[in-house]
């Protein structure tokens, strides 16, 4: 027989559960939230593009940065996506204070991480020149806007602020390299990749 102390241990363990399940929903929510307000248009070099997706940086419980892939088709997986002729944006909101310098390093692991040994070492002169940029700049605020835009025949071109950081940098190889960071194999964050690719 039931006890009335059983049956309230009981409906307590229900109604953890029940809170316990509203607050994974709530959390998964949030993870897809995107608070930064992408355009659902962008032009590279007077070529237009189209949001392709968007989503947050997570690391831990903390929102890093929200970020955008603009590309002249959708494609909803890496290998289409990589395969796309033409030009290509990633564009980013800092969320919080990011160290420059940590932020290069970052990318470079990202690098490494998504790509073959050889080739990494193939372009050490770009991701150098990558670390650099990003070590230029103490550190980005939250609100403050960073971006890479490839050009086929011209290379990559990073942009702080709106502002171009130098010359283009690498090639097409190098650019798909830097796509990995966030859609290859070991993403810099899972929900972010899916976001990206309009999952």
Do not use: C
Request: glycine fraction near 10%.
């Amino acid at each position: 027989m039931t006890t009335p102390t059983h049956q309230h241990l009981r409906a307590s363990v229900l109604t953890l559960a029940l809170w316990s399940a509203i607050g994974t929903v709530a959390v998964q929510a949030h993870a897809a939230t995107v608070s930064s307000n992408f355009e659902a248009k962008a032009a590279v070099q007077g070529v237009p593009l189209q949001l392709n997706g968007a989503g947050t940086r997570y690391k831990a419980i903390f929102r890093v940065y929200d970020m955008a892939l603009y590309t002249s088709a959708k494609g909803n997986t890496p290998e289409a996506i990589i395969a796309m002729q033409g030009p290509k944006r990633l564009s980013f909101v800092a969320l919080r204070d990011l160290p420059g310098t940590d932020l290069g390093i970052a990318f470079i692991k990202g690098l490494s991480s998504n790509s073959p040994a050889d080739q990494v070492q193939k372009h050490a002169a770009s991701s150098t020149r990558l670390i650099e940029i990003f070590s230029g700049k103490p550190k980005l605020t939250a609100g403050d806007t960073f971006a890479m835009e490839f050009v086929p025949g011209r290379g990559t071109t990073f942009y702080i602020q709106g502002q171009a950081q130098g010359a283009p940098i690498g090639d097409a190889e190098f650019f798909d390299m830097v796509l990995k960071i966030w859609i290859g194999p070991v993403p810099a964050d899972f929900k972010l990749k899916d976001a990206l690719l309009g999952l």
